[in-house]
């Protein structure tokens, strides 16, 4: 059972598109991260958020964080090559350990 | 600046030698840190619970004779795989927090192959 529901696993737009990446659950979240990871590499912190209704800003790069802090989406305006990589939203489940929970990451390709 | 370090990034051995690969949490105490292994185009996969001064805690179906974890300081643990096989190669990423709140960081991760 994935606790974490990331959707979509793959996409690919082109240049100037906008997307939204989603992160669901029926878990409660004390927390949720969003990371970005590049090949061969270890996952880049882009955000935390922890206050159900959240809405976080970097730069063209939009995370909300559900009322219920159930759910998390990560919204990209105006994409460009380099926003390509492995998105990855992961949370820590209110009450329950220290451990992450992942999704199961989703592969960005942005053509220019 | 990195967060956690992790070291080596890439290390080569041969089948049946140890290797150890060390995570250090930089500007901040772990009392847990995280290890985990990545496969190539998936998501990180938990081995086992890294805690200072006691034994970690494994996943199921890792075994920890294989993957030996020492967390000896707030700020440093070791992943030590034993008699490696070359399916052992494979992407190891460490994680710590505590001292940002709920934030988790990552290390570099290390690439091993075994030949």
């Known amino acids: 059972t994935q606790l974490l529901e990331q959707s979509p696993q793959f996409l690919s737009i082109q240049e100037g598109e906008n997307l939204t990446v989603y992160c669901n659950s029926s878990?409660?979240?004390?927390?949720l991260q969003w990371y970005r990871q590049e090949p061969g590499e270890g996952p880049v912190l882009l955000v935390t958020?922890?206050?159900?209704?959240e809405v976080k800003k970097l730069k063209r790069l939009t995370f909300q964080f559900g009322d219920a802090r159930k759910d998390s989406s990560l919204h990209i305006t105006a994409a460009q090559p380099g926003d390509t990589g492995l998105y990855l939203c992961?949370?820590?489940?209110?009450?329950?350990?220290?451990?992450?929970?992942f999704g199961k990451g989703t592969k960005l390709t942005v053509n220019p | 600046g990195a967060v956690v370090s992790q070291h080596p990034s890439r290390v080569i051995c041969k089948s049946g030698t140890s290797v150890k690969i060390e995570c250090r949490s930089l500007d901040f105490q772990a009392t847990t840190m995280f290890w985990y292994r990545q496969f190539p185009k998936k998501s990180l996969m938990l081995m086992a619970t890294?805690?200072?001064?006691?034994?970690?805690?494994?996943e199921q179906g890792v075994e920890k004779d294989k993957f030996l974890i020492n967390h000896a300081s707030l700020t440093l643990s070791t992943l030590t795989v034993t008699s490696a096989h070359p399916e052992d190669s494979s992407f190891y990423i460490c994680s710590a927090g505590g001292a940002h709140g709920n934030t988790i960081y990552f290390g570099e991760g290390s690439w091993l192959t075994v030949v």
């Open positions: 992961a949370g820590i489940i209110q009450g329950g350990s220290e451990k992450l929970v």
């Open positions: 958020v922890v206050t159900g209704g």
């Open positions: 878990s409660v979240f004390s927390s």
């Open positions: 890294s805690n200072e001064g006691s034994k970690a805690t494994y």
